[in-house]
Nanobody
């Protein structure tokens, strides 16, 4: 079974940090670009970040540039999202997704991603 499992979400205050993890099972991540998406209450899911299969190319949504960093350890079949200086607008369920392509592509089109995790909740409260 091909699975992605996110972890690391939680409750934090503005300015604090969290590190999300995405663990793959049933397949090897090193062939796939991996994206992080999020869905806030009452809003559509949006793309946050993406890493190419080798990690050499990354992309970020404007809203998180300079605060979030995507990384991956293909040997461990893991992808991470380091989130710093969180604010209340970052509150959402965060999902990782695998794309059967080494590259992220131009935009965060959800239809380009084949395998999705169940999500992990991040809540930033003041």
């Amino acid at each position: 079974q091909l699975r992605l499992v996110e972890s690391g979400g939680g409750l934090v205050q503005p300015g604090e940090s969290l590190r999300l993890s995405c663990a793959a099972s049933g397949f090897a991540l090193h062939w796939d670009a991996i994206g992080w998406f999020r869905q806030a209450p009452g809003k559509e899911r949006e793309g946050v970040s993406c890493s190419s299969s080798g990690g050499g190319t990354t992309k970020y949504a404007d809203s998180v540039k300079g605060r979030f960093t995507i990384s991956r350890d293909n040997a461990e079949n893991m992808v991470y999202l380091q989130m710093n200086n969180l604010n209340t607008e970052d509150t959402a369920v965060y999902y990782c997704a695998a794309r059967s392509d080494a590259n992220c592509g131009v935009d965060f089109f959800e239809s380009n991603y084949d395998i999705w995790g169940q999500g992990t909740q991040v809540t930033v409260f003041s």
